[in-house]
């Protein structure tokens, strides 16, 4: 990765070796997915796992075909349409390393008919079964008196946007897998409520190679933003550099559209937002050319 070789470009004996260094071409990075989101929630996509460097160039792709103003290590759909379903993917460039072009695996999004707020009760996952249930923001299970039973050799993972509660008479017996999590990639498991069975669908691998022209496209600089504190209280700093005339605004997981208050100084933006409860927000910067999008959270 380009945070690991950029420093060797500064070795005083890095002309010494420099004749035999080789380091492109790599494997693509970040792992193949599927993400599904629901009709009218925000979209999040990102290189899993990449450590980007500061000076990272990013360009994002849908079906191959270049995605203009999209330069920013995340891509952000504000409210999902079918015309946002496809393949992505993202090339990455150095200004330093210049003979390496990363690219990352495909990410494949796809509609989701996972509903906002989700009770699960009188439900027995036995033994073999593997069941998957989410919502976009607040996940019950049991409760009122209800219950919900994960027997021995049952597994079941429950994935919520903003919340999962667990309630009195929820019970995971001795040999069971019961695994619940916040989404911060708006990515579920494709649950129909009515069946109480999770759907997967994996899609067919693209061959790499019709990347092969994506290196002739045209590259437009993404201006440098730096967000801080992070984690925060929902009063932060963004300094921006080439980013004149910018809009600013915060998404929830669950797609609440939040405006907050700005105070601008020269290249710095102070940003205030009262009465922010604890989760990952994101910060979506907007200009006549593109959009920037950065991830915090607030505890």
């Known amino acids: 990765w380009f945070v690991d070789l950029v420093p060797v470009f500064d070795w005083a004996n890095y002309s010494v070796f420099s004749s035999s260094f ?13 993400v599904r989101v629901p009709l009218g929630q925000p979209v999040v996509l990102e290189v899993s796992g990449y450590d980007p460097s500061a000076d990272d160039l990013f360009q994002w792709y849908k ?16 409210s999902h349409t079918e015309n946002d379903t496809g393949v992505y993917s993202c090339r990455i460039n150095h200004p330093v390393v210049v003979e390496l072009t990363l690219y990352s695996e495909l990410i494949t999004l796809e509609t989701s008919e996972v509903p906002a707020v989700y ?27 209800s219950r919900v039973d994960c027997e021995n050799g049952s ?48 899609s067919e691998l693209l061959d790499l190679k019709q990347k ?3 290196m002739q496209a045209e590259s437009v600089s993404s201006p440098t933003v730096k967000l801080y504190p992070n984690p925060n209280k929902g009063r932060f700093t963004v300094e921006l ?35 922010m409860r604890e989760g990952i927000y994101f910060l979506v910067i907007k200009n006549d050319q593109q959009n920037i999008v950065k991830k915090f959270i607030v505890y």
Do not use: W
């Not at 009195?168 to 019961?178: N, R, T």
């Not at 933006?269 to 009262?274: M, P, T």
């Open 22 to 34: 080789t380091y492109a071409p790599q494997a693509p990075v970040g792992s193949e997915e599927t």
């Open 63 to 78: 079906d191959d075909v270049l995605l203009t103003g999209e330069t920013d290590s995340v891509l952000f759909v504000e």
């Open 119 to 145: 009770l699960l009760s009188g439900t027995t996952v036995g033994n073999g079964d593997d069941r998957c249930y989410g919502a976009t923001d607040l996940l019950t299970v049991a409760g009122d008196g």
């Open 155 to 202: 597994s079941m993972n429950l994935i919520a946007g903003r919340s999962v509660r667990l309630l009195h008479g929820f019970h995971a017996h001795a040999g069971s897998y019961v695994h619940a999590r916040i989404t911060t990639t708006a990515s579920f498991c494709d649950l129909q409520p009515e069946s109480n069975i999770a759907v997967y669908d994996k």
């Open 212 to 214: 092969s022209g994506m």
């Open 241 to 275: 550099d080439g980013l004149n005339g910018a809009s600013f605004t915060v998404y929830s997981l669950s797609g609440s559209k939040i405006q907050p208050l700005v105070q601008k100084s020269g290249s710095n933006a102070r940003i205030e937002i009262e009465g």
